[in-house]
């Protein structure tokens, strides 16, 4: 299945910073400072098919073997949850760091 990724530039919901697009190919969807996200793809990233728009807290990390770090985000209105891509540029060791302390 052939899909378009949307990569654009947006201001963070979280901490008002101004966005650059992703640095790669992908469709950056998550702060690179705060790692917040909002809650627009629906069945897979880039696809900007969702109509809830909430907020995305950080709330997990894992590791996949084809994607490596991933960010486990928990939308704030309707729960759903999904992983993202660790980019290049974000702040990934210092929300690790915090995790860590709070486990």
């Known amino acids: 299945m052939w899909f378009k990724m949307i990569n654009e530039t947006f201001c963070c919901g979280n901490c008002g910073k101004e966005i650059e697009i992703h640095p790669e190919w992908s469709a950056r969807n998550h702060c690179p400072y705060c790692l917040y996200s ?36 928990r939308c704030m209105k309707c729960w759903k949850e999904i992983l ?12 690790v760091k915090k995790r860590n302390k709070t486990v």
């Open 84 to 95: 993202n891509k660790v980019a290049p540029d974000d702040e990934f060791l210092e929300f």
């Open 38 to 73: 909002k809650h627009l793809d629906k069945d897979f990233p880039g696809d900007r098919k969702s109509d809830c728009e909430w907020l995305m807290s950080p709330v997990d990390i894992d590791y996949k073997k084809n994607k490596w770090n991933m960010i486990k985000h």
